[in-house]
Structures are given as structure tokens and as C-alpha cells.
């Protein structure tokens, strides 16, 4: 058989060649810009160009401060089909750790949206390695700033090759991009993805029984750009000539749930909130949309309040998939469909399966791990997840972390689960947050998803806090409803039903707040902190 | 990211752990054998095992020489995932041809169907590379043979291990298959799968635009598996889970209809000539067959009648799908699929759009050549189909005709094809058949297509004979139905309207019969040399 060949600049081709006037929908501050991917092939050509022109090698990395739009579209092609690296930055990081990642990287060039000129001029002195800042961007003029030599993307553009081949010897296994971990605690750590990891990645999330992407979608990211490559749904909706709607800067559910009705979005993928926020809109804004279009709405990150799903699916008829992926995998691991002789089980034994993280999609392999080796497929046993496959990561990048995470082959993932008689994963918890017991485990997730289901409770998160007989005992920390009561006997009596006596919190702790990441987890360390100075007091 | 791992015994485990209930449903000459892909998996191990005891080694070429059945599949998984090639032996060539793949390819040990035993021993002496026989039986005792040493599939498979591990260090650009060209003309040509290929090839096949194959599906190719992996389908089937209906052998157009209507087939793949049949059934059968459960027909091998295509659709709502490949191509290269924009033509648009090959699937790449470089995209002019990529062959195995076939990195097809704007590509000829009259070419298969659509035409066969002038100019054999009469002059009046005056044949010559292939195609260098004789005359 022929070899290589597994590389992005086929990707590019094939849309430019057979779907020159299929559409890209994008929307930037200045409103929607439409063209098809006979011009997003040319514009991306040109960038490329543009980047030779100011020394980009083969090899170099590209960073990104954008959000999901054409611009960001076009370095997602235009950078990996020249040789270079697509380092896609996540803006929601602190300042301290979006400069860290810039020099870590070595960032040579910045492409970077106007919104975040101000971010990157207060670092500007800590990140030497980058030669050139281009600001993407609709003004015809630049605007003052500190930056030198700042450019703009679209003046750039019109000195670049439309027509620039992608000559570069690209092997397959040659990085195409990277992307740094949120940390809840530490550094950020480097993901670098290969071509052929995001075309198999393509061809995964496309197959009829994952993501069926298809060149009649109409597919809508509202994951960022800048977070595991949106789930990779940019580059397998070009590959596959898909209409594609792309959301841009500070968006509110109100406009997701329009363009959806305008652009007849067939598929959407995002984390819960933003699905929250959208079934807000639907249940009590103000505006009438019509949701019929959308065939699916792929959901992760983390998961997804049953209750939600099920109102989005009988009121709405949205069907949702749910999924497990991380930044090192590319990120599709499992999904949640079901297996064709479960048709005819009850909605509700239905939904439970769907609302677990699914099965391994083809092309990967998992094991579920403890102390004494692989757990039974019985649903209850605890281990951690391991994954292994053509697109998950091998290594963080120059990191010393690597060896703790990567170990004979297979990734642990840092996740707690259990895996049923189907294969199907439940996520129980973080390695890092599961309450070790007198030697057996407690799943902090499965308490809290149970008190948050309570009327009373927004939030509930649950830790393990140090005991001198059990070794570790769980106390849960809740933040109740505005103008709602609930007793600390009445949470007790509610929990009491559902678990064993041994998962029952020692303690439920009422709170103002529970302290969280710039990306909405729960940070369980710093509430271990406070919950243990008040348990003392 | 990880490297390696496209190999099939992955495919292989993904089936037994997730799908272990899921059916194959297995026709051999004895009735109807059903069990999952527990059982699947442990016979496969077996056989792996019992193989590896009588000294198989990596690389060892393993022939089949066997009908579509569950013996057969497990041949297709259990070979290759020890790390052995399995050589599936198109059963339909003549015993000389059999006897030289064999020992081109050097076949170790040979898997034989019982229908097969007496060709198998007619060669027996011309095959010394060979050192065990192993029959594919129901039967308690072996029958009488002059094979040496004969073994009992079943009976070896009772001594086999069925937790067996494939532990062989296997490279996924390691061959695991291998098939012969039917050749019309000189000897068969070896092609070599990797497990890569077929891997990734499945991936291609299952992908929604592609043939969807998915879990819920029940699969039934019909096209043989000693021809081209049956198109692959064995291989996504069990990958994804899906149900399989393995058909037997000689098998009839009735038996294919019970088959759908009893196991609930939602798709199936063969060549025109079975779906003819298929159709003559449905329409004058003496049952009545429920085909609602069809959700698609693969079909390709050659072009399919238009008529044919339309009837299925509308008489009985079976979807079509027209597809192009070839042994060297693993096989799947074009899948003609409309793209969403053209919903909206006029229904005999659409049919003549998908009675095309297509458009190449995602993966690979295609060109059109002619004397002066890449043909315009105007469905019109002709060029060679060029094809590259991961699941296509580099070479013809030990085999001296790989440099006619194989330039520059690409597969020289052979087929002479247009490409229309929407890069959908039309077999206009293969290159050795087409007509070269006066420095113009003239497709032999679009005067053929013409003249078989006539009432009173049963076969149309268009040669190039020698002309001082011209070069070439086409002549036309026609077999009328029984009890039709049509003159000369009224296929010619026929034929005027619908072709440039040049692309007429200099004459129509009825025949009896139009000499073929032993896989029904025209044998037209033997049709030249019988009408060479009779224009002549």
C-alpha cells in the first residue's frame, strides 16, 4: 500500500476542489461574513504565503489568541499545511499562564483578535521568542499599540499567493498543533497533535455511529477554537465540505438559539453550560426559535445533568450525544449511543445509559484499572481510565509530567470510572478528588450530581477531608437556592435512600460560593483548604 | 501521539468485548449457522492457534478457496492478526490460474471449501509450495482425498486455544491480505493489503457520506469475499458490531430476497448482475418479499443500467448507491452520493448524477490524465482515472507489470473517465478498449450503454478494429432477445440521434453470443479477433 499521505493540506484540497460554494458562516465583531471554500482555500493559501514571507519554518510554532471564526478557520489550515504548528492559545487562562505557555512553546508568531490586544501588550516584555504580532481583525486601521511590528491580518492578506502550493515534505507524524491543559493545579501542560492524529481523529467523529458528520450538516462549534481544536469538528466539517457556522466573540444563548434558526445548525457541540444557558433562552426568552433543524448536539467536557437532557429531548426533540474526551486525546474517546437491541428498553432506562460517557469509538482502546488489575465489567467497581490509540498523546511537551501520566503505552487519563456489561464508561470522579475510605473508594461526583437534583441545591461539591480511622471520610459543601431553605437534617434525610450508609458526607457545610477555575470546575483543592480550617475551628 | 496500532486484531477485540451477543448469520451448504461475536472470537483464536501448531509463521501466505460464509470470516481475522497474509483465492479463474497464484503468492497452507476439494486436487501436484490442507466442512468424517495431509476444519478448531493472544509484533504496514487481478488478458496480478489500509479503508466505508455502516446495521455483501474483502464490508461489520448475513453458496436471486426479507438486511453490496436478478424475482417471482428493511444497495464492479437503478427506487424504494474500486484500491475509491445542494433537481437529474461513479471518498486522491496533463472539469473530456493514497496498492506483488501501472506515486487505473464540474467522475472506458479514431477517442461502454437500452437489444459489445484512414473506427456485435428481430438500419437510425455522426459504428454485426470472462465481462480482445475474421470475409 502507499504510505504517508495522512496530512492537512489533503483536507484543504478536497473542500477547495469539490466544494468550492459550500459555505463558511462566520461571525466577527463587525457581523457575518459568507463564503465558500473556494475563497477560505485561497485566503488560507495566502496567509500561508504571508507567513513564509516573514521566515515561518518548518517546525515553528504559530500561536492564536481567537475566537471561533474564519480568520481562526484559515490558520487552522494555513499554518499545519505550511509545516508549521498551530498552537492554539486558551484566552481564558490567567496572563501568567498564557505568557508561560507563549515562551514554553516558543511561540514565533501571534495571530491575535483585537479583543485580546490589551492581554497580550501587558505581556508583551515576557514573551521574547515571538518575532511578529498579526492583528485579526475588520478595521482598516491598525491601532495604536505597543506591539512591534504588529500587522494586520487582512492587509496581509491581500500581499499573499492565492494560489501558494503546499510544496513543505510533511511526514504524517509531523505536529500539526498543540494545545496546553487547563491546570487546576501546577502549569499548563503541552498536547502536540500530529496529522495523522487529527485526520483519524476526522475520519472517528465522522463515522456513522460517532459524531455521522456530512457534507449536509450545517455544523455549529460553540466549544472554543482554542480548546482541543473545538473537538476537531473544524477540520472534519472542511474535510467533508460541511456547511459550517462558526459563532465568534461573546455570544449569548439567545443568538446560539438564532443562528440555529437561521442557519438551520444540524449539529452543535459544546460543554453543559452553554446548554443550560441555551434552554434558558428557550424556556423564558423572549423570542420564539425554531429548533427543528438540529439533528444533534454533541455534549461534554464534563457531564450533563440528566434532567437537562431529557427536557431538551421530549420538549424540544433535540437529541443529544454525549461524549468523554480530553485535551490529550484529541479529544473523542467514548460516545454515548445506543447499542440497536436496547431500542426497546423504557425512556427512562434509555436515557440513564445515554447519559453515561458511551463506549470506545473505533481506532481506540481503553482498560479500567485498580490496585489488583483490570476491574470487572460490572457497573460498580471503581479503576482509573487508561486510553490508548493513534490519537492520543504520547508525551506533554518538554514536560517532566510525562512520565507520571504516560506509562507503558497507555495515557492515564486522571479519571475515575466505572464500566458496566456494555462497555459503557461512567465518569465516578478525578483520581485526585475520590474519597478513599477504609480502603474503599467514594465517588464525590455521583453525591453531588444526587444533591444538585435537590429543589434547594444550585451547588454542591463534595471532598475527602483527612480522618485518623478511615483514612479519608467525605463532607459536602452547598450553596442553596436564592430565598430557599433546606436543613442540613433535611439534605441528610434525602441522601440517606440513595447511598450506603459508608458514602454518607460526615458533614454537609452551607456556603456563600464554591470556589472554581477560570473554566467553571470546581476547585476541589482550595475548598479542601477552606472546608479544613472551618472543620478545625 | 501514539504511533502504530491500525492492525486487525484490534478490529477484532473491539468486536468481542463490546458486541458479544451482536449475530453473524452464516449460510453454508448444510443450513443456516448463527452466533455472536463471542463465539466468533474464540473460533478465530482457535484457528490462529492450530495454524500457528502446524508451524505458520509472520508473512506466511494462508489461501482460502471459499464461499461467503462464518468460516471464512474467521479465516479473514484469524489470519491476519497472528500475522500471517490471508491470500483469498478467486475460485472462479481457471485451475491454471489458480494453480499459478498459488504458487506465486506460495501459499503455506491451504483453507478449502468442500465444493472446491476436486479442483484443489486436480492440481494438486502443480502446487508444492503447500504443506497442509484443511477442509472448511459440516461433516463428522473427511471424505476420501488425495490431498496429504487433509485436516477437518471443525476437528482442529476442537483442539485450538479460544483465548488465544495475538502477541505477533505486528507493524500496520505489515501485509495482512492479499488478492489476485482477474485478469482478461496474461496472467493474475498480486496486490498486497496492509493492516493500515484495510483499516483505514474501513474507517472510509463507514463514514456517513460514505456507505454509513454503522452498529444498527444488518450487512450482507454479497460480492464474494475472494473478491477484493467483498468490498471491505467483513471487515467495518465486525469492527462496528454490525449484524452480518454471510450468503453461502449458490446462492439464488430468491434465496438473496428470503435472506433480506427473513434477517431484516439493511444493506447489501454487489455487482449489477446480481441486483438484475435480484429485480426479475421481485417483479415475476411467485413469492411476495418484504424488502422495507433495505436502507441501501452498494453497487459497483461495473456501471449499473440507469433502468435498473430507477426501478429499484421507485417500484420498490430501495436505495441505491453507485460506487468505483478496484482490486488494486482495496477497494472503494468513488461513491456517487448526492451533494445536499442538488435536492432539489428534478428527479431524473439526481438518477443521472448518481448513476455516475461519484466523487472520491475522504482519504484519497484523484486525477485525469490525458497526453496533455489534467483534463478540464467539463464532463466531457476524457482522460486515465489516476489514483493515490493510504489504501492503495504501490505494487504488484513480484511482479515485473508494476512499472506499466504504478508512476510517480500514483495507480494508473486503467479506466478512461470524465469529471464534471462537481468533480463527479463517469467511466467512459477502460484504456485498452477504447477507440481512437482520427486522434479523438470514442467510449466503447456509452455506444454499448445506448444500444442495450434498445427494446431488442440482450447484449451490445463496441471494438476498435483498424482502419488506413482513421486509425480506428468502432464496430458493433449485438445480441438480439430471443423472438425480437430489429434490421441493421434501425439500430443505425436508432443510434443517430443521440451521437456525434463520427462516434457511429462503421457497422453492426449480429452474433449468437459475445464472448466473456469467467466473471461475466466481455472478452473483447477475443470479440476483436472474431470480427477481424468477419470483416474480412
New interface residues.
Given amino acids: ?6 496530512t492537512l493540506d ?2 484543504l ?2 473542500a477547495e ?3 468550492p ?2 459555505q463558511i458562516v462566520s461571525r466577527t465583531s463587525s457581523g457575518i461574513t459568507r463564503y465558500g471554500y473556494k475563497e477560505m482555500g485561497e485566503r488560507t493559501r495566502r496567509i500561508s504565503s504571508v507567513l513564509k514571507n516573514l521566515g515561518v519554518k518548518k517546525g515553528d510554532k504559530i500561536g492564536t489568541l481567537a475566537w471561533n471564526d474564519h480568520r481562526h478557520l484559515e490558520a487552522y489550515f494555513g499554518i499545519p499545511s505550511m509545516g508549521a504548528v498551530l498552537h492554539t492559545i486558551n484566552i481564558r487562562l490567567s496572563p501568567q499562564h498564557i505568557a508561560y505557555i507563549i515562551n514554553h512553546a516558543e511561540d514565533k508568531v501571534l495571530l491575535i483578535d483585537s479583543d485580546f490586544l490589551p492581554l497580550v501588550e501587558a505581556i508583551k516584555d515576557e514573551i521574547p521568542s515571538v518575532q511578529s504580532f498579526i492583528l485579526l481583525t475588520d478595521d482598516e486601521e491598525l491601532p495604536d499599540s505597543k506591539l512591534e511590528p504588529l500587522y494586520s491580518y487582512e492587509r496581509l492578506l491581500d500581499q499573499g499567493d492565492p494560489t501558494f502550493e503546499y510544496t513543505e515534505d510533511i511526514d504524517e ?1 509531523d505536529p500539526a498543533g498543540m494545545c496546553y491543559t487547563s491546570a487546576t493545579t501546577g502549569l499548563p501542560k503541552g498536547v ?3 496529522h ?2 487529527i ?2 481523529h ?3 467523529i ?4 460517532a459524531a ?5 450538516d450545517v455544523c455549529m462549534p460553540v466549544v472554543p477554537m482554542f480548546h482541543a481544536n473545538a473537538w476537531g469538528m473544524p477540520f472534519a466539517s472542511t ?3 460541511s456547511t459550517q457556522v462558526l459563532p465568534g466573540p461573546k455570544f449569548t444563548p439567545a443568538l446560539l438559539a438564532e443562528l440555529i434558526d437561521q442557519e438551520n445548525v444540524t449539529i452543535t457541540a459544546g460543554v453543559p453550560t452553554i446548554w443550560l444557558g441555551l434552554l434558558k433562552e428557550l424556556e423564558t426568552g423572549e423570542k420564539e426559535y425554531d429548533m427543528s433543524s438540529l439533528r444533534a448536539v454533541l455534549c461534554g467536557g464534563s457531564a450533563a445533568p440528566l434532567g437537562m437532557i431529557r427536557k431538551f429531548e421530549t420538549k424540544y426533540n433535540i437529541p443529544f450525544i454525549h461524549a468523554y474526551g480530553m485535551t490529550e486525546t ?1 479529544p473523542l474517546v467514548t460516545l454515548s ?1 445506543l ?3 436496547q431500542d426497546d428498553l423504557a425512556e427512562d432506562d434509555k436515557l440513564a445509559i445515554r447519559s453515561k460517557q458511551g ?2 469509538v ?2 481506540l ?1 481503553t482498560k479500567v484499572v485498580n490496585d489488583t488489575g483490570e476491574v470487572e465489567w460490572n457497573g460498580e467497581d471503581m479503576g482509573e481510565l487508561l486510553v ?7 508525551s506533554y511537551y518538554n514536560d517532566e509530567r510525562t512520565k507520571d501520566a504516560f506509562q507503558d ?1 497507555w495515557l492515564k487519563t486522571g479519571d475515575i470510572v466505572t464500566i458496566d456489561s ?2 459503557v464508561i461512567k465518569i465516578a470522579d478525578r483520581t485526585k478528588d475520590l474519597v478513599k475510605s477504609g480502603g474503599e473508594w467514594i465517588s464525590t461526583i455521583d453525591l453531588e450530581n444526587v444533591l444538585m437534583a435537590h429543589d434547594a441545591v444550585f451547588e454542591a461539591a463534595v471532598v475527602g477531608v483527612p480522618h485518623p480511622e478511615w483514612q479519608e471520610r467525605p463532607v459536602a459543601a452547598v450553596v442553596l437556592h436564592p430565598n430557599t431553605t433546606a436543613t442540613k437534617q433535611e439534605l441528610f434525610d434525602y441522601l440517606k435512600p440513595q447511598f450506603a450508609k459508608w458514602w454518607l458526607p460526615d458533614d454537609i457545610i452551607f456556603m456563600e460560593e464554591i470556589p472554581k477555575t477560570s473554566v467553571g470546575k470546581f476547585m476541589k483543592a482550595k475548598l479542601r483548604e477552606q472546608l479544613h480550617d472551618q472543620l478545625e475551628v
Avoid at 455521522?212 to 449536509?216: D, G, L, M, Y
Avoid at 490508548?388 to 504520547?394: N, Y
Fill in positions: 500500500m502507499m504510505e504517508g499521505s495522512l489533503k483536507m484540497e478536497r476542489k469539490l466544494f460554494i459550500k507524524n502536540v497533535y500530529s495523522r492524529g485526520t483519524l476526522s475520519m472517528a465522522s463515522l456513522a455511529d455521522a458528520i456530512s457534507e449536509s474535510w467533508l465540505g484529541t449511543r447499542k440497536s437491541y463506549y470506545v473505533p481506532g482502546e490508548r490509540g493513534p490519537w492520543i498523546a504520547d503505552g456494555e462497555g
